[in-house]
């Protein structure tokens, strides 16, 4: 295989790309059966399996980066090892060893490098962990089966232009509930946001913003991404909620802001009556890195940050700490960053 396959690197969207390989591991009779790469994209799994009926299916996102050197690294990936066992819990799935969970993501990315855009272009591996109940069952029971693979695409920008501002709108729907499962990853709350997904975008927005289920007063987060505030006096604030994805990208910037940019950082509630406090807004994750948010329509009025057009100061320097950090050109904290 040639180093890197021909393909428009910086011209990629977030699109499914078939690559080469995937991994595949499947728990029988209590155990792990040893997994391997497999060429085929289709899942074969029986009509009675749990993650068809009752959801009991979770998964993960994660990105492998090219440095500048060529080598190829992953960007905390122990943190979804253990955010993946967090969601399995939850839904009564088994756990995955640490250790099983990271090989097999290495051995995907080096079996698609090809597939590893370049340095330099924005571009990067997104990796997608899946795992899933199966095997013949008809009540609501965990699955006598299950399957854990990963397989990963090339992909750019999750929103439209990358680092440049969006609008958001509030929604009225919720995508979780309030001791619900809004703090894992899994398929149920994002069937939950497809609706109000849509609506957002037929309305010309990137996405729509949740509020907290109980109250409905305070931001939760965006249905794919956390969310952050800069305010005037220099605090990263971002919201604390049971409902919301613990976003691995979320706890790095708030590192980050606190240890590298001298900021005061903080989880704490985002009340949507105090959006005035905030200079500048954005949301983070690992399909979205940060992605500026330039206002956000409430139920009466539409709420410009920094600017519809530009981003603000404070994101830009967040983002360049976050990316460079990413793609091995700033030095990362300790552990943060595994070699393929
Ligand atoms: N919130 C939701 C609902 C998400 O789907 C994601 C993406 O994974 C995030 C937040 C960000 O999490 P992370 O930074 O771990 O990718
Ligand atoms: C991610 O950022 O990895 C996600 O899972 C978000 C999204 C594509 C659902």
Redesign the pocket.
């Known amino acids: 295989m040639s180093k890197t396959v021909d393909i428009d690197w910086e011209n990629l969207g977030f699109d499914y790309i078939q690559t080469p390989y995937r991994f595949l591991a499947k728990h029988v009779n209590g155990a792990w059966q040893k997994g391997e790469l497999t060429e085929d994209p289709n899942l074969h799994i029986h009509e009675g399996s749990t993650a068809l009926h009752y959801g009991q299916q979770c998964f993960e996102?994660m990105k492998a980066y090219r440095t500048k050197d060529g080598s190829i690294q992953l960007f905390r990936p122990y943190e979804n090892a253990r955010r993946m066992n967090d969601s399995a819990r939850r839904l009564r799935m088994p756990q995955i060893p640490e250790e099983m969970f990271v090989e097999a993501i290495k051995e995907v990315v080096r079996a698609n490098e090809a597939y590893v855009p370049p340095y330099g272009t924005g571009a990067s591996l997104y990796i997608r962990p899946l795992y899933i109940g199966v095997g013949p069952n008809i009540g609501v029971k965990p699955a006598p089966e299950f399957i854990f693979t990963a397989f990963c695409m090339p992909v750019g920008p999750y929103f439209k232009g990358g680092l440049v501002p969006t609008n958001f709108v509030i929604s009225d729907y919720d995508r979780a509930a309030p001791m619900g499962t809004g703090a894992s990853?899994v398929g149920g709350n994002y069937a939950a946001s497809l609706l109000p997904g849509y609506e957002a975008h037929e309305r010309n927005f990137s996405d729509c913003i949740y509020l907290d289920p109980a109250t409905h007063t305070k931001i939760e987060?965006v249905?794919?991404?956390?969310f952050f505030g800069i305010t005037a006096d220099n605090k990263f604030i971002t919201p604390i909620s049971p409902s919301?994805?613990p976003?691995?990208?979320?706890y790095s910037l708030l590192q980050i802001a606190k240890e590298r940019l001298g900021m005061e950082a903080i989880e704490g509630d985002v009340y949507l009556s105090e959006l005035d406090q905030f200079v500048e807004a954005g949301a983070?994750?690992?399909?979205a890195v940060i992605s500026p948010i330039g206002g956000i329509q409430t139920q009466d009025k539409f709420h410009v940050f920094y600017s519809e057009t530009e981003v603000g100061p404070i994101t830009t320097k967040l983002y360049n700490e976050l990316v460079g950090i990413q793609f091995g050109d700033i030095e990362a904290p300790e552990g943060w960053i595994v070699k393929v």
């Open positions: 996102g990853k987060e249905g794919s991404a956390n919301i994805l976003s691995i990208t979320k983070c994750g690992t399909a």
